[in-house]
């Protein structure tokens, strides 16, 4: 399947705090399955990913994209995200994370810093 949503994923949940090891054991899966998936969302790097890969990222993505994690190495991910310009879940709109060609609704993202680094991420 295309890896372009699952990457897009996570990253959405990196910038809410949450790590990938943490996702990995979450989810079953191996830290060595979610190496390859570390690249430009836009790109089209990570480009296939398994199904099922895909179904349990999806079902962790689904289950905590609105629990934002506060304490110290959820923030210390949340501010390489937001150099990095990843978008946060809630700049996403219904179902476009699985879009090719979507973007993140900058208006959704207040803090101007990271707000500004999506918008280079993306290249609006």
């Given at each position: 399947r ?6 897009r994923?996570l990253?959405?949940l990196?910038?809410i705090?949450?790590p990938?090891p943490?996702i ?10 979610l ?5 430009n969302a836009?790109?089209?790097a990570c480009?296939?990913?398994y199904a099922?890969?895909?179904?349990k990222?999806?079902g962790f ?7 934002v ?5 959820g ?5 390489i ?15 476009t994370?699985?879009e ?11 803090d101007?810093?990271?707000?500004e680094?999506v ?5 609006y």
């Open positions: 295309p890896g372009f949503p699952t990457l994923r990253e959405a990196t910038a705090g949450y990938r943490l990995a054991e979450t989810t079953g899966l191996s830290t060595n399955v190496r390859p998936c570390r690249m836009t790109s089209g480009s296939r990913v099922a890969t895909e179904t990222i999806q993505y689904e289950t905590n994209k609105h629990r994690r506060l304490d110290q190495p923030l210390r991910l949340r501010q995200a937001i150099n990095r310009g990843y978008a946060p879940p809630w700049a996403w709109r219904k179902n994370i699985i090719r060609d979507a973007a993140p609704v900058l208006e959704e993202i207040e101007k810093t990271w707000r680094n918008a280079r991420r993306y290249t």
